[in-house]
T-cell receptor, first 112, second 112 residues
């Protein structure tokens, strides 16, 4: 069973469209994260949710809106996609008190 | 697909002692990243190495990439409680492939 899964794996879309990336973890963890892998391949944190509540919100445009319907899911919705949004987006989850984060396989978003 | 193996899986070190964590790849590394994980803080970028034989240092942490570009080591000198966490190496999956693949992680505990 996949511990942290993301869908879709690849997403190609036109500028201006709205799209969502889904993330699910079956580890029973309390905290979930979204990261963006930028052009220099560095991972940068975007959001963190703990038990459906937002705890970290880095400087991310308002076009990005995370949604956590339950603690096993953290979805990322992006409005009015721009060329600069093209990147690989990683979801991760972490247990309370644990240091290790478990990463999903990533979603490669390409905006044309 | 590329696999990254880290050793040891966990490490308990007395404060003030030196330690080394290794990251070994099944394929040539095209970019090797070291991150540190702490609960609730997201990944913290430490260093990135690209060239064979390259060595970088930041404060008490030194990372090296071997000449064959298949192994990297992370060395901490005079360890402190703030060094505790999980250390993760990440590598580009291949030339022209932009996605990071992560190692298995090393849990570091510092005891007073």
């Amino acid at each position: 069973d996949t511990a942290v899964s993301q869908t879709p794996k690849y997403l190609v879309t036109q500028m201006g469209n709205d799209k969502s990336i889904k993330c699910e973890q079956n580890l029973g963890h309390d905290t979930m994260y979204w990261y963006k892998q930028d052009s220099k391949k560095f991972l940068k944190i975007m959001f963190s949710y703990n038990n459906k509540e937002l705890i970290i919100n880095e400087t991310v445009p308002n076009r990005f809106s995370p949604k956590s319907p339950d603690k096993a899911h953290l979805n990322l919705h992006i409005n009015s996609l721009e060329l600069g949004d093209s990147a690989v987006y990683f979801c991760a989850s972490q247990d309370r008190g644990g240091n290790e984060q478990f990463f999903g396989p990533g979603t490669r978003l390409t905006v044309l | 697909s590329q696999e990254l193996e880290q050793s040891p899986q966990s490490l308990i070190v007395q404060e003030g002692k030196n330690l080394t964590i290794n990251c070994t790849s099944s394929k040539t590394l095209y970019g090797l990243y070291w991150y540190k994980q702490k609960y609730g803080e997201g990944l913290i970028f430490l260093m990135m190495l690209q060239k064979g034989g390259e060595e970088k240092s930041h404060e008490k942490i030194t990372a090296k990439l071997d000449e064959k570009k298949q192994q990297s080591s992370l060395h901490i000198t005079a360890s402190q409680p703030s060094h505790a966490g999980i250390y993760l190496c990440g590598a580009l999956a291949g030339f022209g492939n932009e996605k990071l693949t992560f190692g298995t992680g090393t849990r570091l505990t510092i005891i007073p």
